[in-house]
């Protein structure tokens, strides 16, 4: 079955320390997206790539990093810059990244702070 | 600032009653509205979407109303079930590089 695949399911990070998502889909889609999702917030974008090797920060990008390597694969850094990164955190892909495509989303990585 | 304000945040209603779901938008560049169904510990699911250019959409048990001159819309769940229980997001999609704009998410839940 083509999907998005997230992991690990759960994630604990320590102070100081950056930690990797990782995302894969094989729905041949060239548009991929991390959210994040806090309760009573809905889902916030952080970072979009709607091509290999190019990527545009969202609306909550600091503390993040991404990279675009293959069209398969779309990575989320938390790095240790980001304060509060306790979240649920949701990858994404579209056929394109034209305004009347659906997004299908993964089943989200929880990240923890330990 | 681009907002889509959803309300209630959450809602109770009998099995075989309507939910009503109601999302509200400020910015008309939106062009693609989609609803996203979301159950605990997965991640959302496309359930139905309207382009502004139609009023009403239906599948199944599930409608979305439309109404431009007024930046409103709305999702209806008929014959509520139990297996609906779930959190219900409306989005709002603009600009060449779908950005998707989501409410706060309704929980919803049916009770037999």
């Known amino acids: 079955d083509g999907g998005i695949t997230q992991s690990p399911k759960y994630l604990f990070r320590k102070e100081g320390q950056n930690v990797t998502l990782s995302c894969e889909q094989n729905?041949?889609?060239?548009?991929m997206y991390w959210y994040r999702q806090d309760p009573g917030q809905g889902l916030r974008l952080i970072y979009y790539s709607q091509i290999v090797n190019d990527f545009q920060k969202g609306d909550i990008a600091e503390g993040y990093s991404v990279s675009r390597e293959k069209k398969e694969s779309f990575p989320l850094t938390v790095t240790s810059a980001q304060k509060n990164p306790t979240a649920f955190y949701l990858c994404?892909?579209?056929?394109?990244?034209?305004?009347?495509?659906?997004?299908?989303f993964g089943d989200g990585t929880r990240l923890s702070i330990l | 600032q681009q907002q889509v304000k959803q309300s209630p945040q959450s809602l109770i209603v009998q099995k075989g009653g309507i939910s009503i779901i109601n999302c509200a938008y400020e910015n008309t560049a939106f062009d693609y509205f989609p609803w996203y169904q979301q159950f605990p510990g997965k991640g959302p699911a496309l359930l139905i979407a309207i382009r502004p250019d139609v009023s009403e959409k239906k599948e199944g048990r599930f409608t979305i109303s439309f109404n431009k001159s007024a930046k409103q819309f709305s999702l209806h769940i008929m014959d509520s079930q139990p297996g609906d229980s779930a959190t219900y997001f409306c989005?709002?999609?603009?600009?060449?590089?779908?950005?998707?704009?989501f409410g706060t998410g309704t929980k919803l839940q049916v009770i037999p």
């Open positions: 729905l041949n889609h060239d548009a």
């Open positions: 994404a892909s579209s056929r394109t990244g034209d305004s009347n495509q659906p997004q299908h």
């Open positions: 989005a709002a999609n603009s600009g060449g590089y779908q950005k998707v704009t």
